[in-house]
């Protein structure tokens, strides 16, 4: 295994250890707000320093990017990491939420690793090695389009300037599909795509961190992973489509006609 791929591993376990710890006392945890429905809590502090100290001990000249405790200087590799992906859900006891670490080089992602720690599912891919759930590979769905499409999303719910722009989204979305999902982790929605569970997948002003590993993920499973327009640019404007190849393609499709000069792709 490559071993950067494998010090992930261990920092993702380290920090799903810390998260489990606190989940069925969630009365104990400590709770700040860093904006309006932006919840951070002490075990999300927690969970990122132990995934920070694995990473540390092994690369301690790697660049750091992290939700809580933001960007720490070095080389040309840098970890992205969100150690607590679903912070709401996990405050109320909902059970889908994920801890997510992935390693950028120059601008490419290398690792991928998105844990569930209540289902015991490893996510993980490596550049040109595949993904895997455990120890399965993965391949996303062959779905030939929209219809009959499950497909996953996420609700503005920080940031409500494109809030109507997204709801004419969910309309269009909602005539052909099978359904649309809004678990409320980006990261799991991600691996679901990379997994099969989900057709295909599309959200507004995500943080780095909520989709680095994750967009590995459903690439190294062979689908694809664009901005809104189908371009390269959801790095820098955090909006994003995922999917096999034809069902991204049908969702830029309908994605389209809702772009604008205030919504950038």
């Known amino acids: 295994m490559n071993p950067m791929l494998n010090i992930a591993i261990r920092a993702a376990r380290a920090a799903g250890r810390v ?92 690792v991928a690793v998105v844990y569930d720690p209540l289902r015991e599912e490893l996510f993980t891919a490596e550049r040109g090695g595949g993904s895997k759930l455990n120890d399965r590979r993965l391949r996303v769905t062959r779905r030939p389009g929209l ?44 691996a679901y795509v990379a997994a099969g569970r989900l057709d295909g997948f599309w959200e507004l002003q995500l943080s780095p961190w909520d989709f680095a590993a994750g967009a590995l993920l459903v690439m190294e499973a062979g689908g694809t992973v664009s901005d809104l327009a189908g371009g390269d640019r959801f790095f820098d404007t955090g909006n994003v489509v995922a999917g096999g190849l034809k069902v991204h393609g049908a969702l830029v499709q309908r994605l389209k006609p809702f772009l604008s000069p205030s919504l950038p792709a």
Not at 161 to 183: C, F, K, Q, S, W
Request: charged letters at 25%; proline letters at 4%.
């Open 19 to 110: 998260t489990m710890r606190y989940f069925d006392r969630i009365d104990t945890v400590k709770v700040g707000s860093k904006s309006r429905n932006d919840f951070v809590t002490d075990v999300d502090c927690a969970a990122e320093n132990a995934i920070i100290s694995e990473l540390r001990s092994k690369f301690p000249q790697h660049a750091i990017l992290a939700e809580e405790s933001g960007a720490y200087s070095g080389n040309e590799f840098e970890w992205i990491i969100d150690p607590l992906d679903g912070t709401t859900n996990y405050l109320h006891g909902f059970p889908q939420w994920s801890i997510s670490i992935g390693l950028r080089e120059r601008g490419r992602m290398q």
């Open 147 to 190: 219809e009959g499409a499950l497909i996953g999303t996420g609700i503005p719910f920080r940031d409500q300037t494109h809030l109507d722009t997204y709801l004419n989204m969910l309309r269009a979305m909602v005539e052909d599909t099978a359904g649309i999902r809004r678990p409320g982790s980006a990261a799991l929605d991600f």
